[in-house]
């Protein structure tokens, strides 16, 4: 049977486009449909499914051929499983390297020994003592494994390098290269930013900026193609810069037609936080601790024509950190934002934080023609929660803006969008509320029950959702006398613990308000506690701590945690942290009160993988 060509032009566009590639070398007729206009522009389309994503700008650099195209987008846009960690620290004279973490191994040490009962604690011992055998072996398995798929992204030498940062589009990534200025002239120190291959570690392409300032921050747009930057900048004030690099990343015959980019200077304040679409070049931004404004990186031009860019200013104060940029199950855009009343009188709430719709918002922009005021703003969404105090004031939302957790003086509350209800996670609610504290590994079995107060009275310092949204990794800092020494402490003063939306797999349709996973006490590094630490909401919009798969996290201690080891020694690890089996959900609901059930349970031993300052896994 020969199929005719508009029958096969029906095939080949239920295709991949990948897979259409491979049947155009099958013969002539299958060739020349293959290679058809109309089908590649719906690969296209496919591929990238918003308007936003630079489809329209990059295209004449190919000729207007969708085919060839696709054919350069789509390794770029490929989201096969890399599941590596970026590495930064000296590595035996290695500063930036990517290794790949194996989840069978990382799962397997996990399950050889646990930190909750007897069993976990008379293997600590045994490491401690070095006849534990079974988690000192995988540890090792997994440790060789990493090394040996090593990719070296930069070697130390007399060039400094920082701040490196995944692409959420496929294996890149970009670094800063500060090195000495030979020619004499203009700044001592010359700055460069660096994209490579997390896969492979090649260079891709480099850039002089125009100010000698080196960036600080980095922050990918979802094309994979925009690279945005906070720096330094003249009059004591932070700049926000975006860099086109598609320059580097298009075959060398298309170079010509694109040239040869500089960074273009967005908006400038002090502080200034931002986050991106993601969807589109986009930006939501928040500086000077007052005005928020929307900006596009591509076009450089404000979104309502606005002064600045800037579409709201409080009245007040709010030195609350980065705004969030959401995009909801239904595919609409929300902004997630605090508010500051305008005129906060007595003991009550100095505002709220609003969810709003970006389409509201734009709305109002063109009615009014001006800035809008903070009551008109907090009446055109959702009050998520009032704050007592912006400085103090914390918050991150799930991807799809399902839950939003909110920390507000050190005190931890989850808000749930479908109810409207909101409830308190940390500190830890009263005992009669709590279930017993099992081993996340063992489902719920053979729980030692053992709590310690004072990390139950402790104050939340940072906050990420994993990336399917049902788990929220945040650092508690032990309670005890104000902020401890901890660069010269030998006792371990932080903890991360995970929320888990739901136990066993289960929705929370039953009211049951999930369960707390407590991973073992440790000291962080100086790098993480003076430079990720202070700033974590905004670094937690572009750096991810979680694994691809939401099954593990990773974090960078001084010692071992794994053996009650605090050290000048820095090292990463991966801890993994199973969810609660279907009878741990069950010990939770024991105490009868189902709607107020919160269960406990404790985090296998963490996995040390290699000398390190910080580490950060890849998107995908």
């Known amino acids: 049977m020969v199929l005719d060509d508009a029958s096969l032009l029906y095939l080949f566009s239920q295709l991949p486009g990948e897979t259409v590639a491979a049947c155009s070398q099958v013969c002539r007729a299958w060739h020349a449909v293959s290679t058809s206009e109309v089908l590649w522009q719906r690969k296209c389309l496919e591929l990238e499914p918003h308007p936003h994503l630079r489809r329209d700008d990059l295209l004449p650099a190919f000729g207007g051929s969708h085919r060839a195209y696709f054919a350069w987008r789509w390794p770029l846009l490929n989201r096969r499983p890399l599941g590596r960690l970026l590495i930064e620290g000296d590595l035996e004279g290695r500063e930036i390297v990517t290794a790949p973490i194996v989840d069978s191994l990382v799962r397997g040490a996990a399950g050889m020994g646990s930190s909750g009962g007897e069993g976990a604690a008379s293997h600590q011992a045994g490491l401690k003592q070095g006849t534990g055998t079974h988690g000192v072996a995988a540890a090792a398995a997994v440790a060789r494994a990493a090394l040996a798929g090593m990719a070296v992204v930069y070697v130390e030498g007399e060039v400094m390098v920082q701040q490196a940062t995944w692409s959420p589009a496929g294996s890149l ?19 460069r930013v660096v994209v490579a291959d997390g896969r492979t570690g090649q260079h891709l392409g480099s850039w002089v900026l125009s100010s000698p300032m080196p960036p600080f921050y980095y922050m990918w747009a979802a094309c994979g193609t925009r690279l945005l930057f906070l720096s ?37 304040a002090r502080p200034l936080f931002l986050d991106i679409s993601p969807t589109s070049t986009r930006l939501l931004w928040h500086g000077s601790c007052r005005r928020f404004g929307l900006a596009d990186a591509a076009t450089h031009t404000a979104e309502d024509g606005a002064e600045d860019d800037c579409f709201f200013e409080n009245a007040q104060l709010c030195p609350s950190q980065a705004p969030q940029w959401l995009i909801d199950s239904a595919g609409a855009d929300w902004l997630l934002m605090p508010v500051v009343r305008s005129q906060p009188t007595g003991p009550g709430p100095a505002g709220s934080l609003l969810l709003a719709p970006l389409a509201v918002v734009s709305e109002a922009l063109e009615t009014e023609g001006s800035r809008l005021s903070p009551s008109l703003l907090l009446s055109l969404g959702r009050q998520v929660a009032d704050f007592a105090s912006p400085r103090d004031l914390s918050f991150a939302a799930t991807p799809d803006a399902s839950h939003v957790a909110i920390c507000d003086r050190g005190a931890l509350h989850i808000w749930r969008a479908e109810t409207g209800a909101r ?27 053992r709590r310690e107060d004072f990390w139950h ?30 660069a010269l402490s030998k006792r371990p003063h932080y903890r991360w613990m995970v929320y888990d939306v739901c136990c066993g797999g289960q929705g929370d349709d039953d009211g049951r308000l999930g369960s707390v996973t407590q991973c073992l006490p440790f000291n962080p590094t100086l790098e993480f506690l003076d430079r990720y630490l202070p700033f974590f909401d905004q670094y937690s919009r572009s750096l991810r701590l979680w694994s691809p798969d939401s099954c593990a996290f990773c974090f960078c201690a001084r010692g071992q945690p794994a053996v009650g080891e605090v050290s000048e020694e820095p090292s990463v690890h991966v801890q993994p942290v199973p969810r609660l089996g279907p009878a741990a959900a069950d010990a939770a609901s024991g105490s009868g009160d189902v709607g107020a059930t919160l269960a406990l349970a404790e985090a296998p031993l963490p996995v040390r993988v290699a000398h390190g300052t910080f580490a950060s896994w890849s998107w995908h």
Do not use: K, Y
Request: charged share 15%; aromatic share 6%; proline share 7%.
């Open 232 to 268: 330094n900048w003249e009059g004591g004030v932070v700049a926000l810069r975006s860099l086109d690099i598609a320059f580097a990343l298009v075959p060398p015959g298309v170079r010509a037609t694109l040239g040869v980019t500089r960074d273009v200077l967005l908006c400038t």
């Open 423 to 449: 409830f308190q996670v940390f500190p830890l609610p009263a005992q009669q509320h709590l279930a017993p504290m099992p081993s996340a590994s063992s489902g719920g079995d053979g729980g030692s029950g």
């Open 457 to 486: 009275t402790g104050a939340v310092q940072a906050l990420q959702w994993s990336p399917d949204g049902r788990r929220l990794l945040f650092l508690v800092r032990r309670s005890g006398g104000g902020m401890p020494m901890v």
């Open 173 to 191: 990534l970009a670094f800063t290269e500060m090195r000495a200025n030979q020619s004499g002239h203009g700044a001592l120190v010359e700055s």
